[in-house]
């Protein structure tokens, strides 16, 4: 075994939307007891979800499953329109966990629709939060997956907007949004870039953090589109690159004659996992650990009404983000 230094990323983990989301479910929890009931995962980590399982989460995908007059949390990604409609038709108690700034996406749809706009959504079929933003027209939204996609969008109108999924990878995007304007020139671009400041910075720190290292590890779930992104990226950049979803994933001929580790992890994944892959890198032969220099991030989105003032997160610790090292960056 060869290694001689970890290098940290940084930023890394968790951003403010998905603090917020499993905050959300931790007070409902304290303030209405279990079991409170979560439409898709609140977000997409293993650890997250087993640990709020363990606290009395209860995660669903079709509301029939969930009891009249039960609380019900949104998960991060966001619901449709029928989602919400049917929420509201079976009486439950809702709070919304989506991120602000998806909820920011859902609000421009929901505008320029009134003022005749179709649209062309990029993302990822099946990811949820796509489903969760196309599900806010009935029709006039078009999923474009990569550049030939662009291709086979028939608008019916000359009014055309484009929007994202907030957690591409920026140079697909950018290369997809390139695409779309050559193809309908006049299109809606919206005001500020949909894809979220903490995808973007994580991203970033990959783009310096890459080639300054022999392998990088990404802490991540499977489901996690950013951490997805985070790997792909260092890969694209000709450094190999593995993620995995907790220390016991390690393996160590991944490491075989390389000196340097680059360690980073996707905006879902709490920082209590990064610590545990540090441990394993020691226990391999890592020497020292050192962070890059990087974005500090400062942002903090307000909660739900009915979930009680943000003091009382002294009051209620959590291992999911409690042990988070990241404080988010405004965009």
Known sequence: ???????????????????????????????????????HEIVHNTYVVNDLKAKGAIFIEDLADVPPGAT?????????????????????RVFDATCPLVTKVHVEVAKLAKEG????????????EVEGTMGQLSDGIYLVEDVGDVQHVRPRGDKLAVVTQTTLSVDDA??????????????REPKKQDICYATQNRQDAVKVLAPSVD?????????????????ELAQRLGTVAYMIDAASDLRAEWFDGRRC???????????????QVIVRLRELGARSIRKMDGVVESVNFPLPRGLGDRSMAAAMPSTAHATAALTPQKP
């Open 1 to 39: 075994m060869s290694i001689e230094e970890v290098l940290l990323a940084e930023p890394r983990g968790f951003c403010a939307g998905v603090d917020r989301a499993i905050e959300i479910v931790e007070r409902a929890l304290k303030l209405f007891g279990a079991p409170i009931y979560v439409r």
């Open 72 to 92: 019900l949390v949104f998960s991060a990604h966001g619901v449709s329109k029928a989602v919400r409609v049917e929420a509201a038709q079976r009486g439950f």
């Open 117 to 128: 706009f179709e649209f062309i959504m990029i993302g990822h079929k099946g990811h949820p």
């Open 174 to 187: 950018a290369e997809i949004l390139a695409e779309v304007k050559r193809c309908f020139p006049n299109v």
């Open 215 to 231: 392998v990088v590890i990404v802490v991540g779930s499977p489901t996690s589109s950013n951490s997805n992104r985070l790997r």
């Open 261 to 275: 580790v680059g360690l980073t992890a996707g905006a879902s994944a709490p920082d209590i996992l990064v610590q």
